[in-house]
């Protein structure tokens, strides 16, 4: 909003600077009025929370982060969101530098619709009925190739390795993603390593990087470089198989033998939010089956709760590659959880990125 003052005298000037002042409280109010969501890019539908905005118009307003280490960073400095969304292996680290407030999950209408394998993910615990996140999405990350370029790869994170595609591959620009597959590859536990183990994940990521176009987030740039066959593979999330395949686009998202990386992420309210009870709104209208039913149906990715795979088919689950059962997932793929070197990582990953 915009104000332009101008020359006046007297009582006239009183009266306008007082207009300008209870104007200026005005929109203050408005804004403080609306809640702040952190949240992905595609995340900010208003089709996920349809119930919330019937009993609020325009009663949100969201601010997009590349990964959930950025938006770590961002909220570490100050920023202050009423709420966020990241995912499961960093709620720990949110919560020791004293971010978050604990979620009563009696205020969560449909709470006993999450599966219990993401209620009781052990960081989430609060006690007392409380968690510090309410599970809300997961899915998978994997290598998505163009079918007509890649004949018949082994079904193996190698792909993104090999030479004979050098500068034809792309691989997410995040520590929980592309430097856990190269420990997988060096034989590491992702989660959990010496000191000498990082440097075998090193070491394979830099045999990785004069192979690769991007290191990226942008899954948009990514999709349009696969269908145009610029890229002949990259390492993506659902999302991108999903809009491709709709697309026409000659795509496959593999299994790898060493395991897909299954995620898991949520809602969390910062310590300082303002709008408490909007937030329990705006959580309560997320889990709303229709949600979820969107969010698997558009994305491709799982909802967190039962009700919404009831209202898809099979048939659709399938093609999406998709089980209802998100314990089925998880018995064949590698969970991506908390990882107790995630700074040391992120600073070799850093590292290597820019040629070290």
């Known amino acids: 909003m915009t104000f332009r003052l101008k020359s006046i005298t007297g009582h006239k000037a009183r009266a306008g600077l007082a207009a300008l002042a209870l104007a200026l409280s005005s929109t203050v109010a408005l804004a403080a009025d609306k809640l702040q969501y952190f949240t992905w890019s595609g995340y900010e539908l208003p089709d996920f929370n349809k119930s919330f905005l019937a009993a ?3 009663g949100v307003e969201a601010t997009i982060f590349g990964d959930d280490d950025d938006a770590f960073t961002k909220v570490k400095a100050g920023f202050r969101p009423d709420i966020a969304h990241p995912c499961y292996d960093k709620v720990a680290r949110w919560n020791k530098e004293g971010l ?20 009781n993910l052990p960081d989430l615990q609060a006690g007392d009925g409380k968690v510090w996140m309410v599970p809300w999405d997961w899915g998978n990350t994997s290598i998505l190739y163009r079918t007509d370029l890649v004949k018949s790869p082994e079904a193996s994170w190698n792909l993104l390795w090999d030479k004979q595609y050098a500068g034809r591959m792309a691989t997410i620009d995040a520590v929980h993603d592309t430097p856990i597959v190269a420990a997988l590859l060096a034989g590491v536990n992702p989660f959990d390593m010496t000191p000498a183990e990082m440097d075998k994940v090193a070491e394979k990521l830099r045999e990785q990087r004069p192979l690769l176009s991007s290191y990226t987030t942008d899954m948009t740039s990514v999709e349009q470089a696969l269908a145009s066959g610029q890229l002949v593979a990259a390492m993506t999330w659902n999302a991108s198989a999903t809009s491709l395949k709709k697309q026409g686009v000659p795509v496959e998202f593999m299994k790898p033998k060493e395991g897909m990386l299954t995620w898991a992420c949520g809602f969390v309210m910062l310590k300082d939010a303002k709008n408490v009870d909007l937030a329990y709104d705006f959580i309560n209208s997320r889990l709303d089956a229709d949600s979820g039913k969107f969010l698997i149906q558009s994305y491709g990715y799982g909802s967190s709760l039962s009700t919404a795979f009831a209202g898809v088919s099979k048939e659709e689950l399938d093609k999406l590659q998709l089980p209802a059962d998100p314990d089925v997932m998880l018995k064949s793929t590698i969970f991506t ?7 040391d990582m992120a600073k070799m990953f850093e590292k290597v990125k820019a040629g070290g």
């Open 56 to 58: 609020h118009p325009d």
């Open 100 to 119: 978050l407030q604990p979620i009563d999950t009696k205020r969560i209408k449909n709470w006993d619709s999450i599966f219990p394998v993401f209620k």
């Open 337 to 343: 959880g908390p990882m107790k070197q995630n700074d």
